[in-house]
């Protein structure tokens, strides 16, 4: 900065009178034009970081895509740890048939159809309340590093997309099929670089005949959409981001409390807040005790994530992830009601009671 | 009308009840902890004024609301909340008295120092009537604590089918599959 400063004073102090400058300080002043365009030419490039996706973004994006647009069958290995560190594992299959999606396993069928998810067990069917449209959704490369590279999957060229941690440790690693586009094997890795759940097609037809006759029958219940909520009820609290960087992208009114959906671009979070205290006795058993924030807590490892639940000031959180156990982590920390209107008048009361 | 004892051989004019020792007569009176010259100078007041009958009255009536309150019980994890709050706090020490103050002739015991004693039983009053105030706005404006018991899986079945919506249905969906939802 020294010299362009110096080449800039001798630039602009330079005789008028149309006398050659000497070579110099032309030097000097090609010196300063040069790194003022570099200058320039950096500001600019880095600007369009943000808004241009990169290679590993943009095939995120045709991934989503590929499950509804492709009409395929297939067999799923799933394996994930359980809350004892033992490696748990299941085969489902998938088929696909112009966007209806449906697995199956043993009975049980989950199939999403237009955003609407129903499951069918040993109680029949039931629906999953449909989330409202997320908003200002940020993409897969606007917290995770994405890197590529080629590899194949029961044979076919495939191409790896490797999201690492800021400290460069791998959060996940999403092998994507080159022709289909389709999600071929997804890892969630621990910070340690152990696997703590993944899943792998084993087998895929892309005969959509095949992939049709694998279809169960409609739904015999109504769907359900959750009532989206522009106004967070007194004494619930929906922080913009998680604690974890996550965004915020719906709201909604849910089982007597709030559901809020967050998202990195590459995992997401659900937060059940529901006021009242804690009926332990009442929680699934096969849980492992932790804490959050200090708060006493109950944690499920599950094929989908984890799911963790815990109450603090008045209100219960039920929260599921399917990122690494670390980024939930911190991505739920901070999470804390805010005191009722009611609350805050009672503590106006009796604070210099002391029973605040 | 401060010194009620020392002039009740001499009524003083009628004047208005209010003041501190005023009061502190008067819910003496009620709660019937007034000596006789003490019992006869306020009698002798009530008789003839109708302010002092009016406080009489008013002390009576705050005095009987407060006792007709009643107990209620609290709610779950108050006490747990309240013990814990204490146990929190430094523990106080106590300093061992070094030395016992002999009675002089001149010092009058505080047991005796009745007008102290009026007065801090009015503040009592005051106090007492102030905490079970704010005690009903707590009962009163708090909800309810309700149960609690989160659907852990169905929780996690939604944000399975969450995950379909905000990231891609095979990963969302496919892992929802296996039936090893907490049940």
């Known amino acids: 900065m020294r010299g362009t400063t110096e080449a800039a004073t001798r630039v602009a102090s330079a005789p008028m009178s149309g006398a050659p400058m000497s070579s110099t300080t032309r030097r000097l002043a090609v010196g300063a034009l040069a790194i003022w365009m570099l200058a320039v030419v950096g500001t600019w490039s880095n600007a369009n970081a943000g808004s241009t996706p990169s290679a590993g973004a943009r095939l995120i994006s045709q991934m989503r895509a590929a499950a509804s647009q492709t009409d395929f069958s297939g067999v799923v290995d799933v394996t994930w740890r359980s809350s004892s560190g033992k490696r748990e594992h299941a085969t489902v299959e998938v088929h696909s048939v112009d966007g209806v999606l449906e697995v199956s396993s043993n009975g049980r069928i989950v199939l999403d159809e237009d955003g609407q998810t129903f499951v069918k067990d040993e109680l029949g069917w039931s629906s999953t309340p449909e989330v409202p449209d997320p908003k200002h959704r940020p993409a897969p490369d606007a917290q995770w590093h994405l890197t590529l590279r080629p590899t194949t999957v029961e044979d076919r060229a495939a191409t790896m997309v490797v999201a690492s941690r800021a400290d460069g440790t791998a959060a996940q690693r999403l092998v994507i099929d080159d022709a289909t586009h389709l999600l071929l094997e997804r890892q969630v890795v621990a910070r340690d670089g152990t696997v703590e759940r993944a899943f792998r097609f084993v087998s895929l037809d892309l005969d959509p005949a095949i992939a049709a006759a694998g279809l169960a029958t409609t739904p015999s219940t109504p769907s359900r959409t959750a009532k989206a909520i522009n106004d967070v009820p007194d004494g619930y609290h929906a922080p913009e981001r998680s604690g974890a960087g996550a965004v915020l992208v719906s709201t909604a009114a849910h089982d007597g409390g709030i559901q809020l959906v967050y998202t990195d671009g590459l995992f997401s979070l659900s937060v059940l807040e529901q006021r009242g205290e804690l009926d332990w006795d009442a929680l699934p058993a096969g849980g492992t005790d932790t804490t959050v924030d200090g708060a006493r807590a109950r944690s499920y490892t599950q094929p989908m994530g984890n799911v963790v639940v815990w109450e603090r000031d008045g209100v219960v959180f039920t929260c599921a992830s399917d990122a690494p156990d670390d980024v939930l982590r911190a991505s739920i920390a901070g999470l804390r009601a805010e005191p009722s209107t009611a609350e805050q008048v009672v503590d106006f009361v009796l604070g210099p009671f002391g029973f605040d | ?183």
């Open chain 2, 1 to 183: 009308m401060t010194d009620g004892p020392d002039v009740i051989g001499t009524p003083p004019p009628t004047g208005p009840a209010g003041s501190d020792d005023d009061l502190t007569l008067v819910s003496g009176y009620l709660d019937n902890e007034l000596s006789d010259d003490e019992r006869a100078f306020v009698e002798a007041r009530l008789a003839d004024s109708q302010e002092w009958r009016d406080e009489l009255d008013a002390v009576r009536v705050a005095r009987d609301a407060v006792r007709a309150l009643g107990t209620r019980e609290a709610p779950a994890g108050f006490w747990t909340g309240v013990t814990t709050a204490v146990e929190a706090q430094p523990a106080i020490a106590v300093p061992e008295p070094e030395q016992t103050v002999e009675a002089e002739p001149n010092v009058v015991p505080i047991s005796a120092a009745t007008g102290n004693r009026g007065r801090r039983r009015a503040v009592a009053w005051i106090a007492g009537a102030a905490a079970v105030a704010a005690s009903l706005v707590a009962m009163f404006m708090i909800p309810g604590r309700s149960q609690v018991r989160p659907n852990v899986a169905a929780v996690a079945t939604s944000h399975g089918a969450t995950s379909a919506k905000v990231g891609d249905p095979i990963s969302g969906l496919v892992p929802l599959g296996p039936d090893r939802e907490p049940r």
